[in-house]
């Protein structure tokens, strides 16, 4: 299969073209984009987690987890990596590992009753 398209452009317009991808919901498409954009910045958040939620929304889990601990690991704050974290291991069935990483969201995100 060609891929030039999913690999054509700049880093930026790569990351507009996976954004639009995503938001018509073709997230096999998005991760096609994003998978070689995190390849060439893997320091950046924001392709890495936009590449977890398509792997989430497109049922590759075991993919979504990967990039998802990657971030947690060099971010243990982000927020909403903690939480697509524990809905990933919760989708897997895997409630108790899950357990952790919806607390601690809950807790970055100040909802202290959830604890």
Do not use: C, N
């Amino acid at each position: 299969m060609d891929t030039t398209y999913y690999d054509h452009g700049t880093p930026a317009e790569r990351w507009e073209r996976a954004q639009l991808f995503f938001g018509a919901k073709d997230y096999a498409a998005a991760a096609r984009v994003l998978g070689k954009l995190v390849e060439e910045v893997p320091e950046q958040t924001g392709p890495r987690l936009l590449l977890a939620r398509a792997y989430y929304h497109s049922a590759q889990l075991r993919r979504a987890e990967t990039e998802l601990r990657v971030i947690v690991e060099r971010d243990p704050v982000e927020q909403y990596a903690q939480l697509m974290l524990g809905r990933t291991l919760q989708r897997q069935g895997r409630q108790a590992e899950a357990e952790p990483y919806m607390r601690l969201a809950s807790a970055l995100a100040g909802d202290f009753e959830q604890l």
